[in-house]
């Protein structure tokens, strides 16, 4: 089975605050693909990243960056500088890399930026 | 053109009505998909097109009834519904289903529906 644990329901930082989101997944696949999306008040779910299980790389877009680490099964989200307009819910996803299988989603971390 | 679009944004309806959420995108995607998401809750998912056919049905009671017309459009049927059906309903698409199962998929803004 596969699951994915964002343990923080809820974070808030004052702006310019450097946060870190974190995610832990599990499965039994050795090949599979984890998500970040964000979802700001309006409702879409925007896509941030993709990263496959064969590409430990850490990734920097701007002031995003990501951290995975199979070790941990972890793969955990930074925002540094934070802004008011990254207010959002943030959610983690699994997927495996067979079938027709759907997207594995955490509960989500609603992060506050308060200026 | 890379939006997935949802009419109508907001939708009020009885417990007798018959209302139906359209979804469409141009991008080409193979893949489009139906979630149900209560609030402060993750996405669930409800269906799965995959080249204009159904390959996935997650349980869904039959009051929900999905319908794909072409590649580019996706809709969902409503009749019937009870309160707790009240969500939002969030389409999306990728490119494909199941072949790699690792391309992203594109989300629609959602239509808000409330069941009264």
């Known amino acids: 089975a596969q699951k994915v644990t964002q343990a923080q329901t809820e974070i808030s930082v004052v702006e310019k605050e450097d946060v870190t989101l974190d995610c832990v ?17 309006s409702g879409e779910l925007v896509f941030l990243i993709r990263r496959n299980s064969f590409d430990e ?20 989200f930074t925002i540094t500088a934070s802004q008011v307009v990254d207010s959002a819910v943030y959610f983690c996803a699994l997927i495996r890399n067979s079938g027709n299988t759907p997207l594995v989603f955490g509960k989500g971390t609603r992060l506050s930026v308060i200026a | 053109d890379t939006e997935v679009t949802q009419t109508p944004k907001h939708l009020v309806m ?21 979630y149900k998401q209560k609030a402060k809750k993750p996405p669930e998912l409800m269906f799965v097109y995959s080249y204009e056919k159904l390959s996935i049905n997650e349980s869904v009671p039959s009051r929900f009834s999905p319908e794909c017309p072409n590649s580019s459009l996706l809709n969902l049927h409503l ?25 992203e998929q594109f989300f629609g803004p959602g239509t808000r529906l409330t069941v009264l």
């Open chain 2, 79 to 103: 009749h019937a519904l009870q309160p707790e059906d009240s969500a939002l309903y969030l389409c999306a698409s990728s490119q494909e289903v199941g072949l790699a199962g690792s391309d």
């Open chain 1, 57 to 76: 790389q850490n990734e920097i877009s701007g002031r995003y960056s990501w951290n995975f680490q199979k070790s941990t099964s972890s793969f955990n």
């Open chain 2, 14 to 34: 009885g417990m007798t009505n018959k209302k139906s959420l359209k979804c469409e995108q141009h991008m080409g995607h193979r893949a489009m998909y139906w």
């Open chain 1, 25 to 41: 997944y599990e499965t039994r696949d050795t090949t599979y693909y984890l998500f970040w999306y964000k979802q700001p008040p």
